[in-house]
């Protein structure tokens, strides 16, 4: 089978992913991710930059991804509870499904390097400051009461993190089942009414 450049460079990353996640970003060689996807180390680089350049372009489309989630759980509807109860399930649900990612952009921040660490925090600081605008929107509706925007959105964001750590396709609960009740632990932490 012949892969056109773009399907290459995904399966690059891929394997870039898997073996970050096992290895760690430093242990982790571009002949060992090379070997991974059938080339030559430095046969990547007719694909890629740099390993680097392979870190950064998971970390941004994760971050790019979960802001597109977000703006589209968002997009049909101005209710505050509604709102933010869609992009919880947005974020759980991502996080469900993307357990390398979120353990990758999570442990390998420290291991961007300028300008893509500060591109990558740009996006998360992005991302954050979308659920303390939905839980601000709330506060001044009457809909919820926390002293600070900013912990609550943290807590919440933390919920969705936190599943890509235990949660399994195969386990004892379904996707669904954690992407509701996650749902209702953010409203009550922003004490919806």
């Known amino acids: 089978m012949v892969l056109t450049g773009s399907a290459r ?5 891929a394997a870039a992913l898997d073996l970050f996640t096992r290895l760690g970003y430093e242990a982790t060689t571009m002949a060992d991710i090379g070997a991974a996807v059938g080339m030559r180390g430095p046969s990547l680089y007719k694909h890629v930059a740099s390993k680097q350049d392979v870190l950064a372009q998971i970390m941004t489309g994760t971050m790019e991804a979960l802001l597109a989630a977000h703006r589209a759980a968002v997009a049909t509807t101005e209710e505050p509870v509604e709102r ?4 919880t399930e947005a974020h759980v649900r991502y996080h469900a499904r993307h357990h390398q990612e979120a353990f990758v952009g999570n442990r390998e921040i420290r291991s961007l390097v300028q300008p893509h660490r500060g591109r990558v925090l740009e996006l998360r600081a992005e991302y954050e400051r979308c659920f303390r605008d939905l839980i601000e929107a709330g506060i001044r509706a009457g809909r919820f ?13 933390d919920l969705g993190m936190g599943v890509a750590v235990w949660f399994r396709a195969d386990g004892e609960l379904t996707e669904d089942a954690v992407v509701w009740q996650y749902s209702q632990f953010a409203l009550r932490i922003v004490n919806a009414r």
């Open 145 to 157: 009461e926390v002293a600070s925007s900013r912990l609550a959105s943290y807590a919440i964001l």
């Open 84 to 87: 933010l109860r869609r992009a």
């Open 9 to 13: 460079s995904a399966q690059i990353r």
